[in-house]
């Protein structure tokens, strides 16, 4: 593919409606395809948390989509950041390359990479983030790969520049209620990750309710992540630069829940030296948010009540209440409705938090976004640990899709803070690409669990059953070969499917199919 043959296809994917993960993931492709090079990243700047988030990705593991590599902490890419022109590392460069291990061509091999240029992005004349290219091969990128790199700049540029003015259409949009079709919600980077659907109508919905001031009810499972969404609730809302305050209600004693909520006045009762101000007028103008709202004693509920009906807040020992300007965020993983047949919940207050719940999906249902959460996770242990490059076995990354996690994220989060400590304390060296095996992870999973998500539906079965069974077979056979004559890549899979890259991209993840290793 020449240089030229690579300029047309960029300004042709410029020219017509794309999501902007599309665009991106085509161009990606297209350099890999166009470099011979072993993987490519598109990656962009959070400048607030001082990392870079990759965008798209071609020839690295799925996992680093969740990645967030620290400037502080990969100095290859902060070079590139630096530099208005190409970089290019020869093998032998000292500085540690942040995709070691990370390849997906023989991925359970340690493979270290040993060429990689990249270069700068920007966007209205700020940087936006950086494209790397690596290759396993030494001198892959001469003094001439990297004149055409530089000639193609502004063209990525451009590719990147319209994702940016996309995303300022749609914050247009969303003001007014009328998201964009096709394209994907952006919000501030929280640890909110997910590419499955469910995930992305969560993000979608956040993001129209938090433009009301309407109390929210986040509903889910223990470890689901409430509290992340919570806190992008409030970002995302008018009310972003005032406070949001915490309470615990499992944690607030039935005595003192009414003066820990609206504080009290001096000689209010026995021990009140002072006045105190409570959480509710802490959290004026800003966001209340009351984690596990089923545990709120009854009084205290009655006072909540009044809060929400009369915009006001009343300290113990007062006899005027005052004025409040507070949105309250509910959380729970109990059922209220339960809980107001049982009168442990009065009902009228459970009609007033629940003007717009929010049913968060347990990590089960979410699909390949364990990988994405995995991918992160690893990356902030390998910063932990000092190791070189932290990763999964391909066993690995199967059986944490099989497993049912019933303590959702958090649960996950501690697998993997756990195996990380187990690999090292039993001799990984903090130098070399350190592999977490599926007997680290020490999943307890029952038999009877990990048929019900691995075992493939008998084609011989009776029903309506056998014909879908059927079916998924046939598509994932399609996509296996397609994408192994293709060497795995969406776009030239696609087109010999003769399907549009992003559809066949959203048939994998229905289908839970994982790209082929070679």
């Known amino acids: 593919m020449t240089l030229f043959s690579v300029s047309v296809q960029l300004l042709s994917d410029l020219s017509v409606e794309l999501p902007a993960a599309v665009r991106q993931q085509r161009l990606v492709e297209l350099l890999s395809d166009h470099f011979g090079c072993g993987a490519v990243a598109l990656l962009s700047l959070d400048a607030e948390a001082d990392v870079l988030r990759p965008?798209?990705?071609?020839?690295?593991?799925?996992?680093?989509?969740?990645?967030?590599?620290?400037?502080?902490?990969?100095?290859?890419?902060?070079?590139?950041?630096?530099?208005?022109?190409?970089?290019?590392?020869?093998?032998?460069?000292?500085?540690?390359?942040?995709?070691?291990?990370?390849?997906?061509?023989?991925?359970?091999?340690?493979?270290?990479?040993?060429?990689?240029?990249?270069?700068?992005?920007?966007?209205?004349?700020?940087?936006?983030?950086?494209?790397?290219?690596?290759?396993?091969?030494?001198?892959?990128?001469?003094?001439?790969?990297?004149?055409?790199?530089?000639?193609?700049?502004?063209?990525?540029?451009?590719?990147?520049?319209?994702?940016?003015?996309?995303?300022?259409?749609?914050?247009?949009?969303?003001?007014?209620?009328?998201?964009?079709?096709?394209?994907?919600?952006?919000?501030?980077?929280?640890?909110?990750?997910?590419?499955?659907?469910?995930?992305?109508?969560?993000?979608?919905?956040?993001?129209?309710?938090?433009?009301?001031?309407?109390?929210?009810?986040?509903?889910?499972?223990?470890?689901?992540?409430?509290?992340?969404?919570?806190?992008?609730?409030?970002?995302?809302?008018?009310?972003?630069?005032?406070?949001?305050?915490?309470?615990?209600?499992?944690?607030?004693?039935?005595?003192?829940?009414?003066?820990?909520?609206?504080?009290?006045?001096?000689?209010?009762f026995p021990g009140a030296l002072q006045d105190r101000l409570g959480r509710v007028e802490a959290a004026d103008g800003g966001t209340l948010l009351l984690e596990e709202v089923g545990e709120l004693p009854l009084a205290a509920q009655v006072r909540l009540l009044r809060t929400l009906q009369n915009a006001e807040a009343q300290r113990l020992g007062e006899a005027t209440p005052r004025s409040v300007d507070v949105r309250v965020i509910a959380t729970t993983n109990r059922s209220l409705r339960e809980l107001v047949q049982t009168g442990a919940f009065r009902a009228d207050l459970y009609h007033r938090l629940s003007v717009y719940p929010i049913q968060i999906p347990p990590l089960r249902e979410r699909g390949r976004d364990v990988l994405l959460l995995a991918g992160r996770l690893l990356e902030t242990n390998r910063a932990r640990l000092g190791l070189r490059s932290l990763r999964l076995s391909t066993e690995a990354k199967q059986a944490l899709r099989r497993y049912r996690w019933p303590g959702n994220v958090r649960e996950l989060e501690q697998v993997l803070g756990r195996a990380a400590l187990k690999a090292v304390s039993r001799g990984a060296s903090r130098t070399e690409i350190v592999t977490l095996g599926v007997e680290l992870l020490d999943l307890d999973e029952a038999p009877s669990d990990i048929g019900a998500q691995a075992a493939p539906v008998p084609v011989q079965a009776k029903g309506v059953g056998s014909l879908r069974a059927r079916v998924e077979a046939c598509q994932r056979a399609a996509l296996t070969q397609a994408m192994a004559a293709h060497g795995g890549r969406w776009a030239a899979a696609a087109r010999a499917l003769g399907v549009d890259a992003s559809n066949l991209q959203k048939l994998a993840r229905r289908l839970n199919w994982e790209p082929p290793q070679r």
Not at 59 to 80: E, K, V, W, Y
Not at 150 to 156: C, F, G, I, S
Not at 201 to 207: D, F, G, K
């Open 55 to 268: 965008e798209a990705i071609v020839g690295l593991s799925s996992d680093t989509l969740g990645r967030r590599f620290a400037l502080a902490q990969h100095p290859r890419l902060a070079a590139i950041l630096r530099r208005s022109d190409v970089t290019r590392f020869p093998h032998d460069s000292p500085l540690p390359d942040p995709y070691d291990g990370l390849l997906a061509e023989r991925p359970d091999e340690p493979l270290r990479v040993h060429d990689c240029m990249g270069i700068a992005l920007e966007v209205e004349g700020r940087p936006w983030g950086v494209l790397t290219l690596d290759a396993l091969t030494t001198g892959s990128f001469d003094d001439d790969a990297q004149h055409q790199l530089t000639q193609l700049l502004p063209l990525l540029q451009a590719v990147v520049r319209v994702g940016h003015l996309e995303a300022a259409l749609r914050a247009a949009a969303q003001s007014v209620g009328a998201p964009l079709p096709g394209v994907r919600d952006t919000a501030p980077d929280r640890g909110l990750l997910g590419d499955s659907d469910a995930m992305q109508l969560l993000l979608h919905e956040l993001a129209v309710v938090a433009e009301t001031d309407m109390p929210v009810l986040l509903l889910g499972e223990t470890g689901v992540g409430k509290e992340l969404l919570a806190q992008q609730l409030h970002a995302l809302s008018r009310r972003s630069a005032l406070p949001l305050v915490h309470v615990n209600c499992a944690a607030l004693p039935e005595a003192l829940a009414e003066g820990e909520l609206y504080g009290h006045l001096r000689g209010a």
